[in-house]
């Protein structure tokens, strides 16, 4: 069983989508497609609060159940760059020697592309080796505006790994 929910964030809105007992995908749309009519799951009730609690700066943690289907690989990837504290930020090379294998950083860069779950597993916060923001499902503009968000809400006075 599959359910859906939409919710309209500060930078877009958001499709969320659930199993029977885990998110599974979590994305910027463009438009929004009819949902099925049905009762509301719990589930994607928590994560539209989290989300909205996110946005409104008080939550830097989720805790409702994800997952994402992936090679053990990618699976690896993103467990690492659910370790990237809130309000900071790391390049591709440094999450790749964080896995072990400083060679690996284009495949660590294609699995980061790969994630489904956007913010709540954060590869909005892996950046260029020069700082640069590079990559990003949902645009580079929300990927700049998540970073200044959680630097501001943090208040950490520069992004560092």
Not at 48 to 72: C, H, M, N, W
Not at 85 to 106: D, F, L, S
Not at 126 to 131: C, E, Q, R, S
Not at 139 to 159: A, C, N, T, Y
Request: glycine letters at 10%; one cysteine or more; aromatic letters at 10%.
């Amino acid at each position: 069983m599959t359910s859906f929910a939409y919710y309209n964030s500060p930078i877009g809105k958001i499709r969320i989508t659930a199993g029977a007992h885990a998110i599974t995908d979590i994305s910027f749309v463009e438009d929004e497609k009819p949902l099925p009519a049905g009762e509301p799951l719990p589930l994607l009730e928590q994560c539209v609060t989290q989300l909205r609690e996110y946005f409104e700066a008080g939550r830097s943690k989720f805790d409702f159940p994800i997952a994402q289907a992936g090679t053990e690989f990618q699976q690896r990837v993103w467990r690492e760059l659910s370790k990237i504290p809130y309000g900071r930020t790391i390049c591709y090379e440094e999450q790749a020697r964080r896995m072990g294998n400083v060679k690996a950083v284009r495949a660590v860069g294609t699995a980061n592309g790969r994630n489904s779950l956007s913010i709540v597993v954060p590869c909005h916060r892996v950046v260029g080796k020069d700082g640069s923001l590079t990559g990003y499902a949902g645009g580079l503009w929300r990927k700049q505006w998540l970073l200044e968000h959680e630097r501001k809400v943090s208040k950490i006075p520069d992004f560092g790994g």
